[in-house]
């Protein structure tokens, strides 16, 4: 996608909220369609089959989706993660969620994990415009290490 105000979302549910996915994606389905749109397997596959929306789809969570994901958003290729988390279920894999959440938080990604938020965010003004977030990484007193690099692994 050429247009810089297309956006690259990132859909993730945990297994009692992808019905909850489901119904978000259907009602923003208009929003969400000029978006390239990237799930782990299982939500990804059955949003798909459910909205006939294209979806890009990586492996399962809990089979190295959430780290294909924290990849993706460190190689600056995802703006927007949805993950509708399940706060009340013990997690398996929770280490693996978890390091997902920190990386998106290190690079500035916009995340939003309850359907209030992702309301926020596909409603907002900012998600048709492009992207100008810098996020370059901080060294341990949560300084910039560089100002002037636009991702982490360039130099100035």
């Given amino acids: 996608m050429d247009d810089t105000s297309h956006k690259r979302i990132a859909l993730v549910a945990h297994d009692k909220m992808k019905k909850d996915m489901i119904d978000w994606v259907r009602q923003h389905i208009k929003l969400l369609e000029p978006h390239q749109l990237w799930a782990t397997g299982a939500t990804g596959a059955q949003i798909s089959e459910s909205t006939g929306l294209q979806i890009n789809l990586l492996k399962s969570g809990p089979l190295g989706g959430d780290q294909q994901l924290g ?4 190689e600056g290729k995802i703006d927007i993660l949805i993950f509708l ?6 997690m398996p894999h929770d280490v693996d969620v978890k390091a997902l959440l920190r990386i998106s938080t290190l690079y500035q990604t916009v995340i939003a994990c309850n359907r209030s938020t992702a309301d926020y965010v596909i409603l907002s003004q900012r998600l048709r415009q492009p992207s100008d977030i810098q996020f370059p990484p901080l ?7 560089n100002k002037k690099s636009k991702v982490p692994w360039q130099k100035s």
Avoid: V
């Fill in 71 to 74: 990849a993706m958003i460190a």
């Fill in 85 to 90: 988390t399940d706060p009340l279920t013990p």
């Fill in 139 to 145: 060294n341990g007193d949560g300084n910039r290490k």
